[in-house]
């Protein structure tokens, strides 16, 4: 089954999403493995130009939501918005998943009402991939939920788990949650609450982990309420570029690509995007600001996501929990 | 009057402190602007091999709360730490201010419950300097009010406008309002009824500053809980320390020495310390990881926030407010 591109979504649309397409169908995905959404003509034309022989199957529309507009009311003024129309086709099982770098709250509202949860999930989150001393980090949640409650904040040390298992191969990851102090009774309410539902577990759990521990890999997936884990990676995301502009203006050449280079680790674009844990479907939204070349390592994200099986992998995990949310993982 | 400092405090204390004490003795304290606090015969002599003649008075105390100890407790055990020492000198008038590079959280409830609040004042909130690309900001909360009420953040509002104003020499200094969108309507309830008491006060109120706006110099002043303010420097200074090390990884030393340039701009130790805004006297707080050239410049933070009378200009701000804490602040 293919993954649906919306290629109308993100700000260099739908130019560099369609060569992204192009490199992808030249490098490792045959044209039946992707569904385009958006404009047919626009399409055709931009794939042929890139060489490219056998066109995917299109869903023609022009509707997208624009980053200024508000999801909920966008979503219902747009029905045909490339957005919604790859969720429609999640959702009809015409296809496996889908890759989105547009509107991130119209993603998160469409797959989120148009899917619906994962059977014994409450809430989705935004799982991020990071690369830090150790290796592959899982942050979530990115922003979806920045009121989580420490139930919420359970289960995505739950989906985080499973998600680090089946996508980094890591047997039993280490579940951190992110608090302001080392020691247990630090944090707020909702933070110690949830420290209390993740140690009480049979995750890995580490304990808490503070912000600059962030990189140090003392955990595979570390635990946070939307608000904070948004913060958190745009400003890493603004001081890199403070940093770059910093090098700049500095006119070193060789330090700007050193920067950039180092900087990747933080960076979106170089890492397929992020996953919307928690729905009942493969939801990938890559970062808007991404070229071309954030495409094909995107869309084999998703291909492994659905490949592996990572959500019903959350959905076994979260059946053998207890009720409550506090109770056993397998280990 | 002196300024009150903490010999015992910091992970290098007291021999680095004791040196950066002799440095500033050196080049632009006389020994009756400050009163040391902390063990008398170690003190003599390290100030004597630094070449000090006229050593400043001292408060003799061997006794420190440990970075591992709970605040409220050890200060209890413990009545004569040497912060209880510094706050109790501030509080009897035989000292201006203090600075200390000890235990955050012993710091701010010694302050705390030892000088009680300025006049209306409601919670004290850390108070950092980052340098960005427009100048200095003024980040507050940093950690001593995780779960802030909109009340408490409206008047970290009006205490670091009054900070800037005096310290950095801003007329009228830019407030921002750290959130995860730029639109009014964004985030938890209490950011969002912040915004509204920032926006119905005659403070400069530039908005809604999201992550990667924080070094751009959108605002002077940047408000936020102590949570989210904590975690955001934590995770900058790891970021840090995670980029001197995959530099040094690659053997390149002047890689490494740019990065340690660039990066003193997030580093507490390079801009004197965080101040404890809202408690009723002058109370610097270093960073733990501080050496000997990060005291100096500490004390001229201090000096010039008593000189400035910045807590009487707080005062008379909150008092211009209306009592609701939504009302007006003169222009």
Redesign the interface.
Known sequence: MPIAVDVLGGDHAPGEILKGVAAALKEDFGPQELLLVGPEERIRSALAAEGVEAAPPILDTDQVIEPEEKPTRALKAKPRATISLCVGAVKKGMAAGLLSFGHTGAAVAAATFGLGMLPGMKRPGISVVLT??AGKIVLLDA?AN??AKPEHLFQYGVAGAAFARDMHGIAEPRVGL?N?GGEAGK???V?RETHALLARSKLAFVGNV???????GKADVLVTD???G??????????V???V???QAQR?GE?RD?FRR?FGA?DFADIGGATLLGVDGVVLIGHGRSRANAVPPALRAVRREIQKGVNRHITEALAACHPSGAGDLPA
């Open positions: 830090g001393a922003g920045p009121q992110l302001i944090g707020s309410p933070v503070e912000g600059q521990e962030l990189f140090a939307g608000f904070v948004n913060m958190i990676l745009k400003v890493v995301e603004g001081f570029e403070y940093l502009c910093q090098s070193s330090l050193t180092l933080a």
